[in-house]
């Protein structure tokens, strides 16, 4: 079965980086989009991150765009998350999540899910 399983999440200080890893199994993903998502305590799960399995597209949510990277080796059926320049409002257990032909912002139409891995960023 289709298995995402995250890496990579940590305490860091205000300013830091880190970068988390997806590593995906279980089926071809060729024509799958690749997500990334996070959820603060008390908030919804929000958008952070999108590529086409192809690399020919990716999306960032408003709160990341030039902060943070999303990436994927086609070899390692590996995706990325590249965050820089972390604020502690970036402090969540992020997740990663894949769905067939087209990226979406919308967490409802993703069809496979990671069981996620907690970013903290202290001030």
């Known amino acids: 079965q289709v298995q995402l399983v995250e890496s990579g999440g940590g305490l860091v200080q205000a300013g830091g980086s880190l970068r988390l890893s997806c590593a995906a199994s279980?089926?071809?993903?060729?024509?799958?989009?690749m997500g990334w998502f996070r959820q603060a305590p008390g908030k919804e799960r929000e958008f952070v991150a999108a590529?086409?399995?192809?690399?020919?597209?990716?999306a960032y949510g408003d709160s990341v765009k030039g902060r943070f990277g999303i990436s994927r080796d086609k070899t390692k059926n590996t995706v990325y998350l590249q965050m820089n320049s972390l604020k502690p409002e970036d402090t969540a257990v992020y997740y990663c999540?894949?769905?067939?032909?087209?990226?979406?912002?919308?967490?409802?139409?993703?069809?496979?899910w990671g069981q996620g891995t907690q970013v903290t960023v202290s001030s």
């Open positions: 999540a894949a769905r067939p032909y087209a990226w979406s912002t919308n967490k409802y139409e993703y069809e496979y």
């Open positions: 279980g089926r071809t993903f060729t024509n799958y989009a």
């Open positions: 590529i086409m399995w192809s690399g020919s597209s990716t």
